[in-house]
């Protein structure tokens, strides 16, 4: 059964970086596609931050802060946050899905449990 997990999170003032891996098992899981999301606190819906591929994808909020790695051999995605805001704080998950209909979060149907990133001002 496919699943993934996150790497802790943490805490950290604004301006630091902070590196999130994902490590997914599961047979099927390297063959399709993976990504990155956030909640911010008090969100319901979850964010597209980082979504690898041939062109990969990030939001304005998060372009050339953040970048995306995946290691189809590994099964592995990492995310690198650079010059982190208060505005980035939430929980982060790893997702995937065997399907790649769509790059929204109803298009991903395999969920890490999620880890905390708080940043202070």
């Known amino acids: 059964q496919e699943q993934l997990v996150e790497s802790v999170g943490g805490s950290v003032q604004a301006g630091g970086s902070m590196r999130l891996s994902c490590v997914a098992s599961?047979?099927?899981?390297?063959?399709?596609?993976m990504g990155w999301f956030r909640q911010a606190p008090g969100d319901e819906r979850r964010e597209a931050v980082a979504?690898?591929?041939?062109?990969?994808s990030y939001p304005d909020s998060v372009k050339g802060r953040f970048y995306v790695s995946r290691d189809n051999a590994k099964n592995t995605m990492s995310l690198e946050m650079n010059t982190l805001k208060p505005e980035d704080t939430g929980v982060y998950y790893c997702?995937?899905?065997?399907?790649?209909?769509?790059w929204g979060e109803g298009d991903f149907h395999i969920w890490g449990q999620g880890t905390q990133v708080t940043v202070s001002s």
């Open positions: 997702a995937a899905d065997l399907q790649c209909t769509g």
């Open positions: 599961g047979e099927q899981v390297g063959s399709g596609c």
């Open positions: 979504i690898p591929g041939g062109y990969t």
